[in-house]
């Protein structure tokens, strides 16, 4: 299956795509996962191009069993006339006839404060409930850690409503949100 899907622009952001990884963007991963930030809230880091292929393989093997739809998700960058990596987006844990799914996703650091992590996870979650929501997906599930406030504000931002806290556990040091929007 190949989606591309598009973010509608808000106020001055730029467009945003959000598509299928791809081998191209093995220098920008790298890249996006130097930033301290990100490797905070990351359990999987990748740090040279070996990691970068293992990461993109889960991805394509995510898509091909169905059960993990990643995307990439890129703006325009003009001056090179190409795109530039500014997130991942994912819907994972899809089970024709479950009622739920889980969302994630991270943003690179030049990404944050934009609202680029509230738009690309609009859009997924819009996607999400027109295409599965007839095989009976009826909510979905944001998770984070109870220190991660960005995420809660996007969460929140997006009709995500706090339903609970989950208990610390390994490999997460702190409690965590579970966030749910319904259909």
């Not at 293992?54 to 960058?77: H, I, T, Y």
């Not at 819009?126 to 995420?151: I, K, M, P, R």
């Not at 610390?168 to 409690?175: C, D, K, L, N």
Request: proline fraction near 5%; aromatic fraction near 8%; include cysteine.
């Amino acid at each position: 299956m190949t989606v591309v899907l598009h973010a509608s622009l808000s106020g001055t952001g730029s467009a945003l795509v959000l598509r299928a990884w791809a081998e191209a963007d093995m220098p920008e991963l790298i890249d996006a996962y130097r930033d301290p930030v990100m490797r905070r809230w990351t359990r999987v880091h990748v740090t040279d191009d070996l990691d970068a292929r293992r990461w993109l393989e889960v991805q394509r093997r995510g898509w091909s069993d169905g059960d993990r739809l990643s995307f990439a998700v890129v703006e325009p960058e003009p001056e090179t006339g190409g795109h530039r990596l500014v997130a991942n987006m994912v819907l994972k844990g899809l089970i024709a006839g479950k009622p739920s799914a889980e969302v994630g996703y991270w943003t690179t650091a030049r990404a944050r404060g934009r609202g680029i992590a509230s738009r690309a996870l609009e859009t997924l979650t819009t996607w999400a409930f027109h295409t599965f929501g007839a095989q009976g997906l009826e909510y979905l599930q944001l998770l984070h850690q109870v220190d991660n406030h960005a995420s809660c504000r996007v969460a929140q931002k997006c009709g995500y409503a706090l339903e609970s806290v989950l208990p610390a556990e390994p490999p997460f040091p702190y409690e965590g949100h579970v966030h749910a929007r319904r259909f």
